[in-house]
């Protein structure tokens, strides 16, 4: 359905407040979880981190009380609004949002995707199936964590790489090539390796608000998927809720409500746009 000549100026002129607020809360949600993140992934003593928080014995890492609040804060909000904490909360999806800003190459900047995304992005449910094995089979014991100088101390890294623990290198590489890996694709860790976001994907399927799409005013135009962070069609599974697509459509055609609101919207689905289209 043809939309009227003056809306997509009006859309482009539109003063756009989602992602500021977004952001301010990403930035206060890192400075509240990051230490944790960067002692987890580098001087966790157990072989699967951020899972056996409250019975460590490493009493500076911050996991031992913030691993309730953040358990009960994801289940909740997975509950009410998917995967909105991989957007708004998430330290890592934060992280990758900061590497987002290094100049690409242009081929990076707004990749295509073929056949092979669609299996790759199996890989995260895979993950998240080693990480549930991991944990019961792993997580009995405890080892010796890995000492530092300081809790933020990159000499961190190092010690944990001559240590002789493999689940230590397992995840020196898993921290060191989700961030070389993110200054080439954004969001490349939610988007096919994170455990917790293929989780919090089925959330996105039965959360009590969603991302609705108007076919009526949908164009089809392909600017989301195409300039999305996770290069995702707004209301799938992948879709992290960030809000850019709200703001973004140039016909005003993607908001957020209730799920099971019915005025001739429907939720984002990868029919009508290809993440092949650009």
């Given at each position: 359905?043809?939309?009227?000549?003056?809306?997509?100026?009006?859309?482009?002129?539109?003063?756009?407040?989602?992602?500021?607020?977004?952001?301010?809360?990403?930035?206060?949600?890192?400075?509240?979880?990051?230490?944790?993140?960067?002692?987890?992934?580098?001087?966790?003593?157990?072989?699967?981190?951020?899972?056996?928080?409250?019975?460590?014995?490493m009493r500076v890492c911050p996991g031992r009380w913030l691993q309730p609040w953040v358990i009960g804060f994801i289940g909740l909000s997975s509950a009410l609004a998917g995967r909105v904490f991989c957007g708004w909360a998430c330290p890592m999806g934060a992280i990758q949002d900061l590497l987002a800003r290094v100049p690409k190459l242009r081929a990076l900047s707004r990749p295509r995707f073929g056949r092979w995304d669609?299996?790759?992005?199996?890989?995260?449910?895979?993950?998240?199936?080693?990480?549930?094995?991991?944990?019961?089979?792993?997580?009995?014991?405890?080892?010796?964590?890995?000492?530092?100088?300081?809790?933020?101390?990159?000499?961190?890294?190092?010690?944990?790489?001559?240590?002789?623990?493999?689940?230590?290198?397992?995840?020196?590489?898993?921290?060191?090539?989700?961030?070389?890996?993110?200054?080439?694709?954004?969001?490349?860790?939610?988007?096919?390796?994170?455990?917790?976001?293929?989780?919090?994907?089925?959330?996105?399927?039965?959360?009590?608000?969603?991302?609705?799409?108007?076919?009526?005013?949908?164009?089809?135009?392909?600017?989301?998927?195409?300039?999305?962070?996770?290069?995702?069609?707004?209301?799938?599974?992948?879709?992290?809720?960030?809000?850019?697509?709200?703001?973004?459509?140039?016909?005003?055609?993607?908001?957020?409500?209730?799920?099971?609101?019915?005025?001739?919207?429907?939720?984002?689905?990868?029919?009508?746009?290809?993440?092949?289209?650009?």
């Amino acid at each position: 359905m043809a939309g009227q000549p003056g809306e997509k100026v009006s859309g482009e002129k539109k003063k756009r407040i989602i992602a500021p607020i977004r952001q301010v809360v990403q930035l206060g949600a890192l400075g509240l979880t990051g230490q944790w993140l960067w002692i987890g992934s580098l001087r966790c003593p157990y072989g699967i981190p951020f899972m056996s928080c409250t019975h460590c014995p490493m009493r500076v890492c911050p996991g031992r009380w913030l691993q309730p609040w953040v358990i009960g804060f994801i289940g909740l909000s997975s509950a009410l609004a998917g995967r909105v904490f991989c957007g708004w909360a998430c330290p890592m999806g934060a992280i990758q949002d900061l590497l987002a800003r290094v100049p690409k190459l242009r081929a990076l900047s707004r990749p295509r995707f073929g056949r092979w995304d669609r299996w790759l992005k199996g890989l995260k449910y895979i993950v998240l199936v080693l990480t549930v094995w991991g944990f019961y089979a792993l997580n009995k014991r405890f080892s010796v964590p890995v000492r530092a100088h300081g809790d933020w101390s990159l000499d961190a890294i190092r010690v944990a790489w001559l240590t002789s623990d493999v689940y230590s290198h397992i995840r020196v590489i898993v921290l060191v090539s989700g961030v070389v890996l993110a200054l080439a694709l954004t969001r490349i860790w939610c988007r096919y390796l994170c455990p917790l976001g293929a989780l919090l994907s089925l959330g996105n399927k039965i959360s009590l608000w969603h991302l609705h799409r108007d076919m009526d005013k949908c164009s089809g135009c392909g600017k989301y998927p195409r300039e999305c962070r996770t290069y995702t069609t707004p209301g799938t599974s992948d879709c992290v809720i960030c809000g850019d697509c709200i703001e973004g459509c140039p016909r005003h055609a993607i908001s957020f409500g209730l799920r099971w609101r019915r005025n001739k919207e429907r939720s984002g689905g990868e029919v009508a746009i290809s993440e092949q289209k650009t």
